[in-house]
Protein backbone atom coordinates (compact mmCIF):
# COMPACT_ATOMS: atom_id res chain seq x y z
CA UNK A 1 0.00 0.00 0.00
CA UNK A 2 1.59 3.51 -0.83
CA UNK A 3 2.20 5.88 1.83
CA UNK A 4 1.75 8.62 -0.69
CA UNK A 5 -0.93 11.35 -0.05
CA UNK A 6 -4.15 10.25 -2.13
CA UNK A 7 -5.12 11.76 -5.48
CA UNK A 8 -8.56 11.49 -6.53
CA UNK A 9 -9.13 11.67 -10.21
CA UNK A 10 -12.44 9.86 -10.32
CA UNK A 11 -14.48 11.50 -7.94
CA UNK A 12 -16.69 13.67 -9.86
CA UNK A 13 -18.18 15.71 -7.13
CA UNK A 14 -17.10 20.03 -7.17
CA UNK A 15 -14.21 21.04 -5.46
CA UNK A 16 -15.67 22.15 -2.01
CA UNK A 17 -13.76 25.50 -2.71
CA UNK A 18 -16.03 26.28 -5.78
CA UNK A 19 -19.51 26.02 -3.59
CA UNK A 20 -21.13 28.93 -2.83
CA UNK A 21 -21.14 28.56 0.87
CA UNK A 22 -21.36 32.34 2.66
CA UNK A 23 -24.20 33.11 0.00
CA UNK A 24 -26.08 29.53 0.87
CA UNK A 25 -25.33 30.52 4.63
CA UNK A 26 -27.14 33.96 4.09
CA UNK A 27 -30.08 32.63 2.03
CA UNK A 28 -30.64 29.48 4.77
CA UNK A 29 -30.91 32.65 7.05
CA UNK A 30 -32.91 34.82 4.90
CA UNK A 31 -35.67 32.08 3.91
CA UNK A 32 -35.93 30.83 7.50
CA UNK A 33 -36.32 34.49 8.99
CA UNK A 34 -39.21 35.36 6.58
CA UNK A 35 -42.48 33.82 8.15
CA UNK A 36 -44.23 33.30 4.65
CA UNK A 37 -40.87 31.70 2.84
CA UNK A 38 -40.55 29.62 6.01
CA UNK A 39 -43.63 28.25 6.38
CA UNK A 40 -43.94 27.29 2.79
CA UNK A 41 -40.66 25.62 3.32
CA UNK A 42 -41.13 23.28 5.99
CA UNK A 43 -44.39 22.07 4.31
CA UNK A 44 -44.55 19.50 2.24
CA UNK A 45 -44.86 22.09 -0.73
CA UNK A 46 -47.04 21.51 -3.98
CA UNK A 47 -46.72 18.36 -6.49
CA UNK A 48 -44.71 20.26 -8.66
CA UNK A 49 -42.19 22.02 -6.52
CA UNK A 50 -42.04 25.49 -5.00
CA UNK A 51 -43.37 28.00 -7.35
CA UNK A 52 -41.29 31.26 -7.30
CA UNK A 53 -37.89 28.79 -7.71
CA UNK A 54 -40.13 27.11 -10.65
CA UNK A 55 -40.40 30.63 -11.99
CA UNK A 56 -37.16 31.70 -11.53
CA UNK A 57 -35.93 28.64 -13.27
CA UNK A 58 -37.76 29.00 -16.38
CA UNK A 59 -36.47 33.09 -16.30
CA UNK A 60 -33.24 31.82 -16.14
CA UNK A 61 -33.22 29.29 -18.33
CA UNK A 62 -34.87 31.53 -21.02
CA UNK A 63 -32.36 33.60 -20.35
CA UNK A 64 -29.21 30.80 -21.07
CA UNK A 65 -30.95 28.78 -23.91
CA UNK A 66 -32.85 31.86 -25.58
CA UNK A 67 -35.27 29.17 -27.01
CA UNK A 68 -37.50 31.01 -29.69
CA UNK A 69 -40.03 31.24 -27.18
CA UNK A 70 -39.09 31.89 -23.16
CA UNK A 71 -39.62 29.16 -21.55
CA UNK A 72 -42.98 29.06 -19.22
CA UNK A 73 -42.83 27.90 -15.43
CA UNK A 74 -45.67 25.61 -16.09
CA UNK A 75 -42.86 23.11 -18.35
CA UNK A 76 -40.73 23.20 -15.12
CA UNK A 77 -41.30 21.03 -11.98
CA UNK A 78 -38.27 20.67 -9.08
CA UNK A 79 -36.90 17.20 -8.41
CA UNK A 80 -34.55 15.61 -6.15
CA UNK A 81 -32.07 15.87 -8.55
CA UNK A 82 -31.14 14.02 -11.60
CA UNK A 83 -31.00 10.84 -10.17
CA UNK A 84 -33.02 10.43 -8.13
CA UNK A 85 -35.46 11.96 -10.95
CA UNK A 86 -34.59 9.35 -13.44
CA UNK A 87 -35.65 7.25 -11.35
CA UNK A 88 -39.38 8.90 -11.39
CA UNK A 89 -39.42 9.68 -14.55
CA UNK A 90 -38.96 5.53 -15.30
CA UNK A 91 -41.77 5.01 -12.83
CA UNK A 92 -44.21 7.36 -14.75
CA UNK A 93 -43.35 7.05 -18.31
CA UNK A 94 -42.18 3.49 -18.95
CA UNK A 95 -43.80 -0.02 -18.52
CA UNK A 96 -41.81 -3.06 -18.11
CA UNK A 97 -44.51 -4.50 -20.44
CA UNK A 98 -44.75 -1.77 -23.04
CA UNK A 99 -41.30 -0.40 -23.22
CA UNK A 100 -39.12 -3.08 -25.07
CA UNK A 101 -35.95 -1.48 -24.34
CA UNK A 102 -33.65 1.42 -23.15
CA UNK A 103 -31.01 2.96 -25.32
CA UNK A 104 -27.36 4.41 -24.25
CA UNK A 105 -24.48 6.53 -25.50
CA UNK A 106 -21.62 3.89 -25.01
CA UNK A 107 -19.97 4.81 -22.46
CA UNK A 108 -22.25 6.04 -19.44
CA UNK A 109 -22.71 7.59 -16.61
CA UNK A 110 -22.05 4.63 -14.76
CA UNK A 111 -24.54 5.17 -11.83
CA UNK A 112 -27.56 5.49 -14.12
CA UNK A 113 -27.36 1.38 -14.66
CA UNK A 114 -28.88 0.52 -11.21
CA UNK A 115 -31.31 2.84 -11.68
CA UNK A 116 -32.74 1.23 -14.81
CA UNK A 117 -32.51 -2.16 -13.55
CA UNK A 118 -34.39 -1.19 -10.85
CA UNK A 119 -37.23 -0.25 -13.04
CA UNK A 120 -37.29 -3.46 -14.95
CA UNK A 121 -34.58 -3.08 -17.10
CA UNK A 122 -32.19 -6.01 -16.26
CA UNK A 123 -30.66 -7.17 -19.65
CA UNK A 124 -32.82 -4.37 -21.57
CA UNK A 125 -30.10 -2.05 -22.16
CA UNK A 126 -28.34 -1.46 -25.23
CA UNK A 127 -24.77 0.46 -25.99
CA UNK A 128 -24.48 2.97 -28.92
CA UNK A 129 -21.31 4.03 -29.96
CA UNK A 130 -20.14 7.59 -29.54
CA UNK A 131 -17.85 9.63 -32.11
CA UNK A 132 -16.32 13.51 -31.95
CA UNK A 133 -20.07 14.53 -32.11
CA UNK A 134 -21.80 12.20 -29.54
CA UNK A 135 -23.84 9.80 -29.50
CA UNK A 136 -24.09 8.11 -33.02
CA UNK A 137 -27.37 8.66 -33.97
CA UNK A 138 -27.23 6.92 -37.42
CA UNK A 139 -26.04 3.40 -35.37
CA UNK A 140 -29.43 3.74 -33.13
CA UNK A 141 -31.88 4.25 -35.81
CA UNK A 142 -30.11 0.65 -37.21
CA UNK A 143 -30.09 -0.78 -34.30
CA UNK A 144 -33.96 0.71 -33.45
CA UNK A 145 -34.58 -0.79 -36.85
CA UNK A 146 -33.13 -4.22 -36.09
CA UNK A 147 -34.54 -4.64 -32.86
CA UNK A 148 -37.98 -3.77 -34.07
CA UNK A 149 -37.47 -6.24 -36.73
CA UNK A 150 -36.54 -8.82 -34.51
CA UNK A 151 -38.97 -8.88 -31.65
CA UNK A 152 -39.52 -12.10 -31.32
CA UNK A 153 -43.17 -13.59 -32.64
CA UNK A 154 -46.27 -12.80 -30.08
CA UNK A 155 -44.06 -10.09 -28.82
CA UNK A 156 -46.83 -7.91 -29.67
CA UNK A 157 -49.81 -10.61 -28.34
CA UNK A 158 -49.16 -8.31 -24.88
CA UNK A 159 -49.66 -5.21 -26.72
CA UNK A 160 -52.50 -4.10 -24.31
CA UNK A 161 -51.10 -5.28 -21.21
CA UNK A 162 -49.87 -3.26 -18.53
CA UNK A 163 -48.07 -3.69 -15.49
CA UNK A 164 -49.19 -0.13 -14.38
CA UNK A 165 -52.46 1.27 -14.38
CA UNK A 166 -53.70 3.49 -17.22
CA UNK A 167 -53.50 6.70 -15.89
CA UNK A 168 -54.21 10.30 -18.17
CA UNK A 169 -51.57 11.90 -16.63
CA UNK A 170 -48.97 8.91 -17.60
CA UNK A 171 -47.75 7.41 -20.59
CA UNK A 172 -45.88 4.36 -21.61
CA UNK A 173 -43.13 5.30 -24.29
CA UNK A 174 -42.23 2.21 -26.40
CA UNK A 175 -38.48 2.90 -26.06
CA UNK A 176 -36.37 5.21 -23.93
CA UNK A 177 -32.70 6.79 -24.99
CA UNK A 178 -30.71 8.62 -21.97
CA UNK A 179 -28.04 10.31 -22.83
CA UNK A 180 -25.85 13.42 -21.68
CA UNK A 181 -25.70 15.98 -25.08
CA UNK A 182 -23.70 18.40 -23.35
CA UNK A 183 -20.06 17.72 -22.10
CA UNK A 184 -21.14 13.85 -21.22
CA UNK A 185 -20.06 11.87 -18.74
CA UNK A 186 -17.43 9.78 -18.94
CA UNK A 187 -16.18 11.35 -22.35
CA UNK A 188 -16.84 14.64 -22.46
CA UNK A 189 -18.54 14.84 -25.86
CA UNK A 190 -20.69 17.21 -27.02
CA UNK A 191 -23.62 16.60 -29.84
CA UNK A 192 -23.47 18.99 -32.41
CA UNK A 193 -27.00 20.77 -33.59
CA UNK A 194 -27.29 18.22 -36.58
CA UNK A 195 -27.17 15.21 -34.48
CA UNK A 196 -29.57 16.98 -32.22
CA UNK A 197 -32.45 17.35 -34.09
CA UNK A 198 -31.98 13.92 -36.11
CA UNK A 199 -32.22 12.26 -32.69
CA UNK A 200 -35.40 14.00 -31.79
CA UNK A 201 -36.40 12.58 -35.28
CA UNK A 202 -35.72 8.96 -34.37
CA UNK A 203 -37.31 9.38 -31.11
CA UNK A 204 -40.31 10.41 -32.35
CA UNK A 205 -40.41 7.82 -35.50
CA UNK A 206 -39.81 5.43 -32.62
CA UNK A 207 -41.72 6.41 -29.72
CA UNK A 208 -39.34 6.65 -27.46
CA UNK A 209 -38.48 9.30 -24.44
CA UNK A 210 -35.17 10.81 -24.49
CA UNK A 211 -34.26 11.25 -21.30
CA UNK A 212 -31.33 13.96 -21.20
CA UNK A 213 -28.93 14.78 -18.19
CA UNK A 214 -27.94 18.29 -18.85
CA UNK A 215 -25.70 18.66 -15.67
CA UNK A 216 -22.93 20.36 -17.33
CA UNK A 217 -24.46 22.97 -19.75
CA UNK A 218 -23.60 26.02 -17.79
CA UNK A 219 -20.17 24.36 -17.21
CA UNK A 220 -18.70 26.21 -20.72
CA UNK A 221 -15.13 27.15 -20.63
CA UNK A 222 -14.28 29.89 -23.07
CA UNK A 223 -11.09 30.50 -24.27
CA UNK A 224 -11.41 34.00 -24.32
CA UNK A 225 -11.22 35.46 -20.42
CA UNK A 226 -14.99 36.45 -20.37
CA UNK A 227 -17.91 33.98 -19.33
CA UNK A 228 -20.28 32.84 -21.74
CA UNK A 229 -23.67 34.01 -20.90
CA UNK A 230 -25.67 32.21 -23.26
CA UNK A 231 -25.64 28.27 -24.25
CA UNK A 232 -24.56 27.89 -27.90
CA UNK A 233 -26.29 24.91 -28.74
CA UNK A 234 -30.36 24.56 -27.57
CA UNK A 235 -31.33 21.23 -25.32
CA UNK A 236 -33.22 18.58 -27.13
CA UNK A 237 -36.03 19.76 -25.55
CA UNK A 238 -36.09 22.89 -27.01
CA UNK A 239 -35.82 21.52 -30.47
CA UNK A 240 -38.60 19.17 -29.43
CA UNK A 241 -41.00 22.27 -28.69
CA UNK A 242 -40.08 23.96 -32.30
CA UNK A 243 -38.79 21.51 -34.76
CA UNK A 244 -41.28 20.39 -37.39
CA UNK A 245 -44.00 22.15 -36.14
CA UNK A 246 -43.45 21.02 -32.18
CA UNK A 247 -44.19 17.78 -30.49
CA UNK A 248 -45.98 14.39 -31.73
CA UNK A 249 -48.50 14.33 -28.57
CA UNK A 250 -49.08 16.58 -25.59
CA UNK A 251 -46.08 14.53 -23.94
CA UNK A 252 -43.27 14.96 -26.63
CA UNK A 253 -40.43 13.09 -27.03
CA UNK A 254 -37.64 14.53 -24.80
CA UNK A 255 -37.60 15.34 -21.24
CA UNK A 256 -34.44 17.53 -19.77
CA UNK A 257 -33.10 16.69 -16.07
CA UNK A 258 -31.23 19.76 -14.76
CA UNK A 259 -29.75 19.70 -11.18
CA UNK A 260 -27.77 21.76 -8.86
CA UNK A 261 -25.29 19.77 -7.42
CA UNK A 262 -22.41 20.90 -10.12
CA UNK A 263 -23.03 24.32 -9.42
CA UNK A 264 -24.16 24.40 -5.51
CA UNK A 265 -23.30 21.79 -4.23
CA UNK A 266 -24.41 17.48 -4.49
CA UNK A 267 -25.73 17.67 -1.22
CA UNK A 268 -28.28 20.03 -1.91
CA UNK A 269 -30.52 17.09 -3.80
CA UNK A 270 -32.07 19.85 -5.75
CA UNK A 271 -32.93 19.58 -9.66
CA UNK A 272 -35.32 20.49 -12.19
CA UNK A 273 -37.29 18.61 -15.12
CA UNK A 274 -38.25 20.64 -18.13
CA UNK A 275 -40.55 19.10 -20.92
CA UNK A 276 -44.14 19.67 -21.99
CA UNK A 277 -46.63 20.67 -19.20
CA UNK A 278 -48.14 17.68 -19.59
CA UNK A 279 -45.37 15.73 -19.03
CA UNK A 280 -44.37 17.57 -15.95
CA UNK A 281 -47.62 17.64 -14.84
CA UNK A 282 -47.29 13.55 -15.40
CA UNK A 283 -43.99 13.33 -13.47
CA UNK A 284 -45.13 15.46 -10.77
CA UNK A 285 -47.72 12.93 -9.83
CA UNK A 286 -44.88 9.85 -9.47
CA UNK A 287 -46.63 8.26 -6.19
CA UNK A 288 -43.64 9.08 -3.62
CA UNK A 289 -44.59 13.05 -4.87
CA UNK A 290 -48.28 12.88 -4.61
CA UNK A 291 -47.10 11.23 -0.95
CA UNK A 292 -44.45 13.69 0.42
CA UNK A 293 -44.74 16.47 -1.44
CA UNK A 294 -42.26 18.07 -3.74
CA UNK A 295 -38.85 16.70 -3.02
CA UNK A 296 -35.99 19.12 -1.24
CA UNK A 297 -38.69 21.46 -0.50
CA UNK A 298 -37.20 23.33 2.35
CA UNK A 299 -33.98 23.40 0.00
CA UNK A 300 -35.48 24.92 -2.83
CA UNK A 301 -36.44 28.20 -1.09
CA UNK A 302 -32.71 28.17 0.35
CA UNK A 303 -31.68 28.14 -3.32
CA UNK A 304 -34.84 30.53 -4.22
CA UNK A 305 -32.65 32.67 -2.31
CA UNK A 306 -29.71 32.73 -4.53
CA UNK A 307 -31.58 33.44 -8.02
CA UNK A 308 -33.70 36.93 -6.35
CA UNK A 309 -30.54 38.21 -5.91
CA UNK A 310 -28.66 36.64 -8.83
CA UNK A 311 -26.32 35.77 -6.60
CA UNK A 312 -26.23 31.73 -8.23
CA UNK A 313 -25.40 33.50 -11.80
CA UNK A 314 -22.46 35.52 -10.28
CA UNK A 315 -21.46 32.70 -8.71
CA UNK A 316 -20.95 30.87 -11.86
CA UNK A 317 -19.90 33.45 -13.78
CA UNK A 318 -17.05 34.86 -11.78
CA UNK A 319 -16.31 31.51 -10.10
CA UNK A 320 -17.05 28.19 -11.25
CA UNK A 321 -16.38 29.16 -15.08
CA UNK A 322 -12.83 30.46 -14.15
CA UNK A 323 -11.89 27.69 -11.81
CA UNK A 324 -13.15 25.33 -14.51
CA UNK A 325 -10.81 27.21 -17.41
CA UNK A 326 -8.03 27.33 -14.97
CA UNK A 327 -8.33 23.95 -14.03
CA UNK A 328 -9.09 22.50 -17.83
CA UNK A 329 -5.63 24.20 -18.75
CA UNK A 330 -3.94 22.64 -15.72
CA UNK A 331 -5.02 19.25 -16.39
CA UNK A 332 -4.04 19.53 -20.14
CA UNK A 333 -0.93 20.64 -19.78
CA UNK A 334 0.15 18.06 -17.13
CA UNK A 335 -1.18 15.11 -19.93
CA UNK A 336 0.66 16.53 -22.57
CA UNK A 337 4.15 16.81 -20.38
CA UNK A 338 3.48 13.56 -18.54
CA UNK A 339 1.18 11.44 -20.90
CA UNK A 340 0.97 12.26 -24.47
CA UNK A 341 4.99 11.06 -25.26
CA UNK A 342 3.89 7.60 -23.51
CA UNK A 343 1.50 7.75 -26.52
CA UNK A 344 -1.40 8.81 -24.65
CA UNK A 345 -4.17 10.58 -26.73
CA UNK A 346 -7.29 12.71 -25.88
CA UNK A 347 -10.01 15.25 -27.47
CA UNK A 348 -9.16 18.32 -27.20
CA UNK A 349 -11.03 21.59 -26.91
CA UNK A 350 -10.06 23.23 -30.38
CA UNK A 351 -10.33 19.96 -32.05
CA UNK A 352 -14.09 20.07 -30.78
CA UNK A 353 -17.12 21.97 -32.34
CA UNK A 354 -17.69 23.93 -29.02
CA UNK A 355 -16.29 25.66 -26.42
CA UNK A 356 -14.69 23.19 -23.62
CA UNK A 357 -16.15 22.71 -20.94
CA UNK A 358 -17.75 19.86 -17.92
CA UNK A 359 -15.98 17.94 -15.59
CA UNK A 360 -13.95 15.26 -17.41
CA UNK A 361 -10.79 14.15 -19.70
CA UNK A 362 -11.35 10.96 -21.38
CA UNK A 363 -8.00 9.89 -22.28
CA UNK A 364 -7.35 6.89 -24.38
CA UNK A 365 -4.00 4.81 -23.94
CA UNK A 366 -2.40 3.16 -26.45
CA UNK A 367 -1.78 -0.40 -26.78
CA UNK A 368 -0.96 -2.76 -25.10
CA UNK A 369 -1.57 -1.28 -22.21
CA UNK A 370 -4.48 -2.52 -20.08
CA UNK A 371 -6.63 0.05 -18.62
CA UNK A 372 -7.90 -2.48 -15.60
CA UNK A 373 -4.49 -3.11 -14.59
CA UNK A 374 -3.44 0.38 -15.12
CA UNK A 375 -5.51 2.13 -12.53
CA UNK A 376 -5.10 -0.88 -10.40
CA UNK A 377 -1.37 -0.25 -9.78
CA UNK A 378 -2.29 3.26 -9.77
CA UNK A 379 -4.32 2.93 -6.70
CA UNK A 380 -1.84 0.20 -5.08
CA UNK A 381 1.31 1.92 -5.68
CA UNK A 382 0.36 5.56 -6.38
CA UNK A 383 -2.81 5.97 -4.16
CA UNK A 384 -4.18 7.57 -7.10
CA UNK A 385 -7.79 6.85 -7.82
CA UNK A 386 -9.23 6.61 -11.11
CA UNK A 387 -11.86 5.17 -13.40
CA UNK A 388 -11.42 2.81 -16.43
CA UNK A 389 -13.72 2.63 -19.37
CA UNK A 390 -15.23 -0.85 -18.32
CA UNK A 391 -16.94 1.43 -15.46
CA UNK A 392 -18.60 3.03 -17.88
CA UNK A 393 -19.91 0.08 -20.41
CA UNK A 394 -23.50 -0.56 -21.05
CA UNK A 395 -23.98 -3.62 -19.37
CA UNK A 396 -25.47 -5.85 -22.05
CA UNK A 397 -24.90 -8.44 -24.52
CA UNK A 398 -26.30 -6.14 -27.31
CA UNK A 399 -23.48 -3.75 -26.82
CA UNK A 400 -20.85 -4.14 -29.27
CA UNK A 401 -17.59 -4.38 -27.73
CA UNK A 402 -14.76 -2.36 -28.86
CA UNK A 403 -11.64 -4.86 -28.89
CA UNK A 404 -9.96 -3.24 -26.17
CA UNK A 405 -10.91 -1.19 -23.53
CA UNK A 406 -8.16 1.92 -23.56
CA UNK A 407 -10.23 4.84 -22.16
CA UNK A 408 -9.35 6.31 -18.16
CA UNK A 409 -11.86 9.28 -17.29
CA UNK A 410 -9.62 12.06 -15.27
CA UNK A 411 -11.98 14.24 -13.34
CA UNK A 412 -10.61 18.18 -12.76
CA UNK A 413 -12.95 19.75 -10.66
CA UNK A 414 -12.62 17.99 -7.42
CA UNK A 415 -8.66 17.46 -6.59
CA UNK A 416 -6.99 20.96 -5.59
CA UNK A 417 -5.84 22.58 -8.40
CA UNK A 418 -1.88 21.54 -7.21
CA UNK A 419 -3.31 18.30 -6.84
CA UNK A 420 -4.07 17.79 -11.01
CA UNK A 421 -0.66 18.05 -12.21
CA UNK A 422 0.71 15.43 -9.45
CA UNK A 423 -1.94 12.88 -10.26
CA UNK A 424 -0.99 13.12 -14.03
CA UNK A 425 2.49 12.53 -13.07
CA UNK A 426 1.78 9.49 -10.74
CA UNK A 427 -0.25 8.08 -14.07
CA UNK A 428 2.59 8.98 -16.34
CA UNK A 429 4.97 6.58 -13.77
CA UNK A 430 2.44 4.01 -13.53
CA UNK A 431 3.03 3.83 -17.71
CA UNK A 432 6.27 3.92 -17.38
CA UNK A 433 6.89 0.93 -14.96
CA UNK A 434 4.79 -1.05 -17.36
CA UNK A 435 6.68 -0.08 -20.23
CA UNK A 436 9.63 -1.05 -18.18
CA UNK A 437 8.32 -4.47 -17.40
C1 LIG B 1 -24.59 12.69 -16.27
C2 LIG B 1 -24.93 12.83 -14.84
N1 LIG B 1 -26.20 12.75 -14.45
C3 LIG B 1 -26.54 12.87 -13.16
C4 LIG B 1 -25.59 13.08 -12.19
C5 LIG B 1 -26.02 13.19 -10.77
O1 LIG B 1 -26.91 14.25 -10.64
P1 LIG B 1 -27.65 14.54 -9.25
O2 LIG B 1 -26.59 14.82 -8.24
O3 LIG B 1 -28.50 15.72 -9.54
O4 LIG B 1 -28.42 13.33 -8.90
C6 LIG B 1 -24.24 13.17 -12.55
C7 LIG B 1 -23.21 13.35 -11.52
O5 LIG B 1 -22.06 13.07 -11.70
C8 LIG B 1 -23.91 13.05 -13.90
O6 LIG B 1 -22.64 13.11 -14.31
Same mark, same amino acid.
Given at each position: MSQLDQVNLFRGWPSTDLLPTERLKKAAVDALSNPLVSAEGYGYGPDEGYLPLRKNIAWWLSDFYAPVRPVDFDRICITGGASQNLACILQVFTDPIQTKHVWLANPTYHLVFQTFEDAGFYQRLGGIPEDEEGLDVSALAVALEAFEKELPEGNEDNEHENIKSPKPHRKSYRHVIYCVPTFSNPSNKTMSLSRRESLVRIARKYDALIICDDVYDFLQYPEINNSLVRSRLPRLVDIDRF +??? !????? %?????????FSKLIGAGCRVGWAEGTGDLIYGLSQTGSTRSGGAPSQLMSTFINELFEDKSLQRHIADTIIPAGARRYALIISAIKEHLAPLGVTFLSGSEHHLAIG?????????????????????????? +??? !????? %????SSTTPQT????????????????????GVRRLGSVLRMLCDK
Open positions: +LDN !GPRDR %FGNVVSNGSGYYVWIRLSLPFNVVEVCKIALDYYN +LVL !GDESL %FTVPDRQQHIRLCFMWEAEDKLAE
